[in-house]
């Protein structure tokens, strides 16, 4: 099936002018019913589409799309830098996921285990705590280099967010304990 991101998530019925015109083609690993009468699913994207015409919008949304080729082939040129970009997302996934408290921490090694930059590129952004228009402009950029670029980007981004707010933790902390020692003195 083609899934595609909806452009307001608070749309009831979703119609051809409410979705982005790029999306996954996916394979359905698990799929179960949920209690309030809908179904949850379990896919794993396998390649990029993009609608070409919108066929029925009725009982759900019907479209012809064109399959974006996968296949990366990565100029001589480019496979230094392509390379100094997979290396740079991977570490610095690592230090995302260790100042995260919301991601596990299998994921650190993520990086390490995937060898096409394509694809550790594509995983990464999935995981990553960014807002769903973001990963849309991920997913729409469709030149590796490019899109490893705009990644490494929103990533240090967000490195620089956890580590601030990790900071400012810290220090709200440190004031804590020093006013309840301050405290326990003037009580002794």
Same mark, same amino acid.
């Given at each position: $099936?083609?899934?595609?991101?909806?452009?307001?998530?608070?749309?009831?019925?979703?119609?051809?002018?409410? $979705?982005?015109?790029?999306? *996954?083609? *996916?394979?359905?690993?698990?799929?179960?019913? #949920?209690?309030?009468?809908?179904?949850?699913?379990? *896919?794993?994207?396998?390649?990029?589409?993009?609608?070409?015409q919108?066929?029925? &919008?009725?009982?759900?949304?019907?479209?012809?799309?064109? *399959?974006?080729?996968?296949?990366?082939?990565?100029?001589?040129?480019?496979?230094?830098?392509? &390379?100094?970009? @997979?290396?740079?997302?991977?570490?610095?996934f690592?230090?995302? #996921?260790?100042?995260?408290?919301?991601?596990? =921490? =299998?994921?650190?090694?993520?990086?390490?285990?995937?060898?096409?930059?394509?694809?550790?590129?594509?995983?990464?952004?999935?995981?990553?705590?960014?807002?769903?228009?973001?990963?849309?402009?991920?997913? &729409?950029?469709?030149?590796?280099?490019?899109?490893?670029?705009?990644l490494? =980007?929103?990533?240090?981004?967000?490195?620089? #967010?956890?580590?601030i707010?990790? @900071?400012?933790?810290?220090?709200?902390?440190?004031?804590?304990? @020093?006013?309840?020692? =301050?405290?326990?003195?003037? &009580?002794?």
């Amino acid at each position: $099936i083609g899934v595609v991101a909806m452009k307001d998530s608070s749309v009831e019925n979703a119609t051809a002018a409410d $979705i982005h015109p790029m999306g *996954v083609a *996916v394979v359905i690993r698990m799929m179960a019913k #949920v209690p309030d009468g809908g179904i949850r699913m379990i *896919v794993q994207g396998i390649a990029r589409i993009q609608i070409q015409q919108v066929l029925e &919008e009725e009982p759900y949304l019907r479209a012809r799309v064109k *399959v974006l080729d996968s296949k990366t082939e990565i100029a001589e040129e480019d496979k230094v830098e392509i &390379e100094a970009l @997979k290396r740079g997302i991977g570490d610095l996934f690592g230090k995302i #996921v260790s100042l995260s408290g919301n991601m596990p =921490e =299998e994921l650190a090694g993520l990086s390490s285990s995937i060898a096409d930059p394509a694809v550790m590129t594509d995983l990464i952004a999935a995981h990553m705590p960014i807002d769903a228009e973001d990963k849309q402009r991920i997913l &729409e950029t469709v030149n590796l280099k490019d899109r490893m670029n705009a990644l490494l =980007e929103l990533m240090t981004k967000e490195q620089q #967010v956890l580590e601030i707010g990790s @900071k400012l933790q810290s220090q709200v902390s440190e004031g804590i304990n @020093k006013t309840q020692r =301050e405290y326990y003195l003037r &009580e002794q």
